[in-house]
């Protein structure tokens, strides 16, 4: 059962313009909200995160919107630049704090 | 469907006594595996992945150990566990890029 949906499996996006990644989850017990950015045979490191007492996170060229309503998820890099080219892991923590739920990742590539 | 378990969920262990996660994987074969750890306060760092039964690559030298017995079946190991080995482990499996899937994890804490 996957509680966190990325239904994109892959973007491409003109350098210069925004990048969205979406994100869709079911568990409403879910509190806390991370996006990952993961190159080539790396892990996945942290990029941003949201608490769902918050609607908008930004930092730098990265926004992260939370629509809890319609448990929705989405990240917004502005300018798109091509090292931003990489997969993108949504995950959200329940309340407990036990537990990730990542989303299977988008492949975002940035085109020169 | 596919379906990755993994357990524990949590675990609390003294130091020096030994360590076994279990990750299966349900509705696939030859699946990519991968063991991930996350420290407090950082991002997931990739520890072990295998390519099939037997066959384990380690990313970065630790007092961990992996296995892979079966084509679905991947373990995890340590014959003396540290204070520093404590925090989040997830199995995960991938076959075809990008997508991969990740276990719910195992909070280990080790005192």
């Known amino acids: 059962d996957q509680q966190v949906k990325q239904n994109s499996p892959s973007l491409s996006v003109q350098e210069g313009r925004i990048s969205i990644l979406n994100c869709d989850y079911t568990?409403?017990?879910?509190?806390?909200f991370l996006w990952y950015k993961k190159y080539p045979a790396e892990g996945p490191t942290f990029l941003i995160s949201?608490?769902?007492?918050?609607d908008k996170n930004e930092d730098g060229r990265f926004t992260v919107f939370l629509n809890k309503s319609a448990k929705h998820l989405s990240l917004h890099i502005v300018p798109s630049q091509p090292g931003d080219s990489a997969v993108y892991f949504c995950?959200?923590?329940?309340?407990?704090?036990?537990?990730?739920?990542f989303g299977t990742g988008t492949s975002l590539t940035v085109i020169p | 469907s596919q379906t990755i378990h993994q357990w524990p969920a949590t675990l609390v262990q003294p130091v020096g006594s030994p360590l076994s996660l279990e990750c299966t994987v349900e509705?696939?074969?030859?699946?990519?595996l991968y063991w991930y750890r996350q420290a407090a306060g950082r991002g997931l760092q990739l520890l072990f992945y295998?390519?099939?039964?037997?066959?384990i690559s380690s990313e970065v030298p630790q007092n961990l150990s992996a296995s892979r017995p079966q084509d679905r079946q991947f373990i995890l190991s340590s014959k003396k566990l540290l204070l520093s080995d404590s925090g989040f482990y997830l199995c995960?499996?991938?076959?075809?890029?990008?997508?991969?899937?990740f276990g719910q994890g195992t909070r280990l804490t080790v005192v």
């Open positions: 295998s390519v099939g039964i037997g066959q």
């Open positions: 509705g696939t074969s030859n699946p990519n």
């Open positions: 568990n409403s017990m879910f509190d806390y």
């Open positions: 995950a959200a923590r329940t309340d407990t704090g036990n537990q990730f739920y």
């Open positions: 949201i608490s769902s007492i918050k």
């Open positions: 995960a499996w991938g076959q075809g890029y990008p997508l991969t899937f």
